[in-house]
């Protein structure tokens, strides 16, 4: 059982930056593959970005790619995404998830484990 723990939302202006950060419990960390998924008001969650276990294979949906940057720190069991140039469509509660075997996919139904979200707001 993995337990994830988001950090690092809050209200950003447009232009602006954030740094969301996801730890988690246990010892085989680098066995995950991990992922940030977000929902905004009235739509369906959706995949932002996902890394292998290994940090060897990263992918982005095309809306955040060149502006967002996820990486991960194996010894802190711990997953960011950094958030840059932020615009007010990036406005969502944010999740971070998990997976194992470590191979990075899209789909929300291929991750096991799931936090409870932050929330990222970007005001126009």
């Known amino acids: 059982q993995v337990q994830l723990v988001e950090s690092g939302g809050g209200l950003v202006q447009a232009g602006g930056s954030l740094r969301l950060s996801c730890t988690a419990s246990?010892?085989?960390?680098?066995?995950?593959?991990m992922a940030w998924f977000r929902q905004a008001p009235g739509k369906e969650r959706e995949f932002v970005a996902a890394?292998?276990?290994?940090?060897?294979?990263?992918y982005y949906t095309s809306s955040v790619r060149g502006r967002f940057t996820i990486s991960r720190d194996n010894a802190k069991n711990t997953v960011y995404l950094q958030m840059n140039s932020l615009k007010p469509e990036d406005t969502a509660l944010y999740y971070c998830?998990?997976?194992?075997?470590?191979?990075?996919?899209?789909?929300?139904?291929?991750?096991?484990?799931w936090g409870q979200g932050t929330q990222v707001t970007v005001s126009s």
């Open positions: 998830a998990a997976r194992s075997p470590g191979f990075a996919y899209r789909p929300e139904y291929e991750y096991d484990y």
């Open positions: 246990g010892r085989t960390f680098s066995s995950y593959a």
């Open positions: 890394i292998s276990g290994s940090g060897g294979r990263i």
